[in-house]
């Protein structure tokens, strides 16, 4: 089977999963931040947002690292995220949402973005962000294309499947002003928690319905 019919047949295997019920908020409880409020609906004063967990032909999903800025209070600042970011008024769905961030921050045009499904929401308390989570592959190049964005890195499809376990971290929260145990991703240096580890655990079992000779 050549490369390119291996990746047809993975986006065709995740389309026909992202139709199926999903691991939803089983999965998201499992690396939530103790704590965490998991809700299954959206708050009526939740601010909305999409972002995209992204599937580079050759090397994975793409991740981004929060850049610091030292003059505006983020609390996302400096941490490891999907590409993605708030509903603009502009944009006419969330779709639209997830392509133009992917765009803004990793400068991959819509064009070469092909869409292939969704996860479940997530709600984010300390921001009161409601994200939805989109599913995508591409092969185009990319680099960080944001003030907002330090640089990327990649998370091979085997190594979530097969090799990459939860752990618990002890990590200093602002929005608490403590340091605790939390659930979370290690892969080399980088630390993955919070919203994006429960969004990827999500997906990682999702990915665990494949054998995994099937990724790339």
């Known amino acids: 089977m050549s490369s390119s019919q291996a990746d047809n047949l993975l986006i065709y295997q995740l389309q026909s999963i992202l139709r199926q019920p999903l691991p ?3 999965a998201h409880l499992f690396m939530a931040p103790p704590g965490r409020q998991v809700l299954p609906y959206r708050p009526y004063d939740a601010k ?3 972002v995209t967990v992204l599937i580079h032909r050759s090397n994975g999903i793409v991740l981004v690292c929060r850049a610091q800025h030292p003059r505006h209070r983020d609390v996302h ?3 490891i995220a999907l590409p993605g970011g708030r509903k603009d008024p502009d944009d006419p769905s969330l779709k639209a949402t997830a392509l133009r961030e992917i ?3 990793i400068g991959i045009p819509p064009s070469h ?3 292939i499904g969704h996860l479940t929401p997530v709600y984010i308390p300390v921001s009161r962000y409601w ?3 989109f ?3 591409t092969e185009h190049s990319y680099s960080a294309n944001s003030p907002e964005v330090a640089s990327t890195f990649n998370l091979p499809l085997k190594t979530l499947h097969s090799s990459l376990r939860p752990i618990r971290y002890p990590l200093y929260l602002p929005s608490i002003d403590r340091t605790i145990d939390v659930p979370c ?4 240096r980088h630390i993955i928690w919070g919203a994006t580890a429960m969004i990827l655990r999500e997906f990682q079992m999702i990915l665990r319905q494949l054998p995994p000779q099937s990724l790339p």
């Open 24 to 26: 939803g908020h089983r």
């Open 48 to 50: 909305i947002a999409a």
């Open 77 to 79: 600042a400096g941490q």
């Open 103 to 105: 765009y803004e921050e």
């Open 113 to 115: 973005i092909h869409l």
């Open 131 to 133: 994200v939805l989570p």
């Open 135 to 137: 599913v995508a592959a």
């Open 185 to 188: 991703y290690r892969y080399n």
